[in-house]
């Protein structure tokens, strides 16, 4: 009988009762926690859809699970003679070395670069034209007078907003020790709105006139002969009563472009009668009240209550984090099936801040630019620690990240100081099925969840990926994962390939959601991955060369 029999099954025993149990714990924690997780590193996670805790198989455990290093290279006990359990060769494995690893993605939450995009176009259209009235000379003028209502309730909605995140980092793993070095940056965009407002054209907006400024506007060369209003029809074309039959045609063709509801079109109309009426729109007969007490002073870029649409206190939010860490990671095994890791993170954050008035005009043009400008450094350390637990077939693991909540200082803007950026705690787990020795199937699953970089925007993300590796040549990777805390994306789905050439591996990634967003021309907000037609509301991409035996 092998002495280490018994020390196998009370080990195994006290490990098993430890996952239950913080398993079990961390399913019931309910509060939000600002976290560091809507990263994939390395290109054979991003393939399989950050499906990595329990499968991780090189230096990226310093992300996924640092306690996978405890398998790699270690001959000295009798069990590790035994591959029954090794998965995956870790033991065969004595060092390896990321030459590079870098990613980068981004994603909407809604449909802000339109919504601000539109409201931009607003100032023109509302402003006071030459002789008096609206400002009305093509088809774009005349999808303002539909569109400016969907634009206001969108960023009158806290969760609609733009994020991404770059990566890049390197690291060397000898046997069960490991160094690394990363770059983290996450960006985020979102409105504060100020709805509790009322926009005083100065001047009264005559039917007839308006009628003549729309039934003369350009660009409607493509509108179908006899096309017959969807919308405007019943109570809402009783609404505008005083505009002609070509002009609603038009008006109700440019709505139907733009894809709006019948909600959407109906409070245009009203909006619009009002504007005909007594000249003025008031915003908050629109999308409701949404106080301004919430922006800061430091972000306070106008005063509130004047007559012109420059006065209206709506804030473009930018709020990004970037941290350069130094990661020491060392894993150990206690028995032939379980491993216990760790890291300790050196540290150096930075907290952006930045805002940007909506309607002040071509205000957001060097809305890309800005989010670096104003910041605060601070240094501090990160502890991560992971379980690894390995069987024949299956694998098991939990992460947690950021056990000691390193906190890093905001900066002073217009002489208030804007919130610091505290990584609170972060618990991850996943479960790896291996029918053969070169097919792999693991679900991951955030066990609470935190808010992103977005201030009103929670994630908690479930993962399913797979990966078959072919000969050891050619793996080809496939995997899903979705935010059950929201529901703006849906599912997002990746893919990958790795190439080996022998102790050279090449592994490329890429990522995109099922839902789309349609974008106008936009000529306002510099968006390089959001910038015209259509795209996926999310996209990532990721690249990894390594060496590793």
């Not at 490991?178 to 709105?193: D, H, L």
Request: aromatic share 12%.
């Amino acid at each position: 009988m092998s002495p280490f029999k018994n020390l196998y099954s009370s080990t195994f025993k006290q490990l098993f009762i430890l996952m239950i149990f913080l398993t079990c714990f961390l399913l019931g924690l309910q509060n939000p926690a600002l976290a560091m997780n809507n990263f994939f590193i390395g290109a054979r996670g991003q393939g399989m859809a950050g499906a990595n805790v329990a499968c991780v198989n090189d230096e990226t455990a310093q992300h996924y699970n640092p306690a996978a290093f405890g398998f790699f290279g270690k001959k000295q006990q009798p069990w590790e003679l035994d591959t029954t359990y090794d998965n995956y060769d870790l033991s065969r494995k004595n060092w390896g070395f990321t030459i590079f690893d870098a990613g980068a993605g981004a994603k909407v939450t809604g449909d802000l670069p339109n919504y601000v995009d539109t409201l931009d176009k607003m100032i023109d259209t509302f402003g006071e034209g030459e002789g008096g009235g609206l400002t009305i000379d093509n088809k774009e003028d005349v999808k303002v007078l539909t569109g400016f209502v969907p634009a206001l309730q969108g960023i009158s909605d806290p969760k609609n907003g733009l994020q991404f995140n770059l990566n890049a980092g390197t690291a060397v793993r000898v046997k069960n020790y490991a160094i690394g070095a990363r770059m983290f940056f996450n960006g985020g965009a979102w409105v504060n709105a100020d709805t509790d407002f009322t926009y005083d054209l100065g001047y009264t907006v005559d039917p007839g006139d308006l009628s003549e400024k729309i039934e003369n506007a350009e660009g409607y060369e493509d509108i179908p002969q006899g096309y017959e209003p969807q919308y405007i029809t019943g109570n809402t074309r009783n609404d505008l009563s005083g505009l002609s039959d070509d002009a609603v045609q038009k008006l109700d063709y440019a709505a139907n472009e733009q894809g709006l509801s019948q909600s959407e079109v109906d409070r245009a109309a009203k909006e619009l009668n009002s504007t005909m009426q007594d000249g003025t729109i008031d915003f908050n007969q629109v999308v409701g009240n949404n106080a301004t007490d919430d922006i800061p002073e430091a972000y306070s870029t106008q005063q509130n209550g004047g007559d012109a649409l420059e006065d209206n206190n709506s804030t473009l939010f930018l709020r990004s984090f970037g941290v350069a860490e130094v990661p020491i990671s060392y894993g150990h095994t206690v028995s032939e099936h379980w491993s216990v890791g760790g890291n300790f993170k050196l540290m150096q954050g930075r907290v952006y801040a930045e805002a940007l008035p909506v309607f002040e005009k071509n205000a957001t043009e060097d809305f890309g630019d800005k989010f670096t400008e104003a910041y605060k450094e601070t240094t501090n350390f990160g502890i991560d620690l992971g379980i690894n637990g390995r069987y024949q077939m299956f694998n098991v693991g939990i992460i947690a990240r950021n056990l000691n909540s390193p906190s890093f200082d905001g900066p002073t803007v217009n002489g208030t100081k804007i919130d610091d950026v505290t990584l609170d705690p972060q618990f991850r787990m996943g479960v790896a099925f291996m029918p053969w020795n070169n097919l792999t199937i693991e679900l991951d699953y955030d066990l609470n969840s935190y808010d992103s970089v977005i201030e009103n925007y929670e994630e908690q993300n479930i993962a399913l990926g797979a990966e078959w590796d072919i000969y050891k040549i050619l793996a080809l990777r496939l995997g899903a994962y979705k935010n059950l805390a929201e529901d703006e994306v849906g599912t997002v789905y990746t893919g990958g390939i790795g190439l080996n050439f022998w102790l050279c591996r090449l592994d490329i990634a890429a990522a995109a959601s099922a839902d789309t967003l349609t974008l106008e021309d936009n000529d306002d907000l510099d968006m390089p991955l959001y910038d015209n037609g259509e795209a996926p509301k999310e996209a990532r991409v990721n690249a990894k060369l390594s060496v590793d035996f």
